[in-house]
């Protein structure tokens, strides 16, 4: 599937490429402001990930269908070898497409606030809030987190996922722009992990979590650096999962860091 994407500083494509990836219910313009400040010095591209944003819908929601997806891209923009960085589960497809045959299209590596192991985070009500929203009886965004209460507490969370409306410039009628369906059919999927046998990547890469997230658990680095040996941790302070929001001046002199090495 082509991936809708976004491209900055083109002017700098000679300093090399980065291609960024959104996690579960995001869009690439959660990364916007982000990439165009990486855009002063590299070419950066943020996409948005199968059923998600602007791209394609398709009721196949794996890890293997999505590290194609981003090769694919890879090859349309750049040919490789990029910077690839992923977020949550652009994160895991970044990782994924990293252990396969296609490795070599990644000059090297950042994983945002997630691991290459199983989760038991439960997306299910997201899900069935989502569901519940009547688009016949809203007509602003607003409406719709307040009809996802129902369902979700956080205000945030709710925020997060009104974001992926789109209204419908004709009928002016409000839908989701993410696949649903998709999503449901594969929490499993989405969740979990499934390591190639024997597969490793050979680039350097970081891992850079959140100080007040879960996702990564220091203590199986030994597990991660199996997968990963030239893998490197750091951890960004008073952040949590959605580091790159929270926290993106630490997110950018981090990144900065790392590609200047």
Do not use: C
Request: glycine share 8%; charged share 25%; hydrophobic share 45%.
């Amino acid at each position: 599937m082509k991936l809708a994407h976004y491209a900055f500083g083109e002017e700098h494509r000679a300093n090399g490429t980065l291609v960024v990836l959104h996690g579960l219910f995001g869009q690439a313009r959660n990364w916007t402001a982000i990439a165009r400040r990486l855009a002063e010095k590299y070419h950066v591209v943020t996409a948005d990930l199968r059923n998600h944003g602007r791209s394609g819908w398709d009721m196949e929601m794996t890890y293997d269908a999505m590290a194609a997806d981003i090769a694919d891209l890879i090859r349309d923009i750049d040919n490789g070898p990029v910077h690839l960085i992923g977020h949550s589960m652009g994160g895991k497809a970044s990782m994924t497409l990293a252990l396969s045959a296609d490795a070599g299209l990644i000059a090297d590596l950042v994983v945002v606030d997630i691991a290459p192991l199983s989760y038991k985070h439960d997306y299910t009500g997201y899900i069935r809030a989502m569901r519940a929203v009547d688009f016949e009886a809203v007509s602003r965004r607003a409406e719709v987190e307040d009809a996802l209460a129902s369902e979700i507490s956080e205000k945030g969370i709710r925020q997060f996922l009104a974001q992926n409306v789109t209204t419908d410039k004709d009928s002016g009628k409000m839908s989701w722009q993410v696949n649903i369906d998709a999503m449901a059919g594969h929490l499993d999927d989405i969740t979990g992990w499934r390591n190639a046998d024997g597969a490793q990547y050979a680039g350097d890469t970081l891992f850079i979590a959140g100080a007040n997230s879960h996702y990564v658990d220091m203590n199986r680095r030994d597990d991660i650096k199996a997968l990963f040996p030239k893998a490197s941790f750091t951890s960004i302070k008073n952040a949590g999962h959605w580091v790159h929001a929270e926290k993106p001046e630490a997110v950018l002199l981090t990144l900065s860091a790392f590609l200047n090495r």
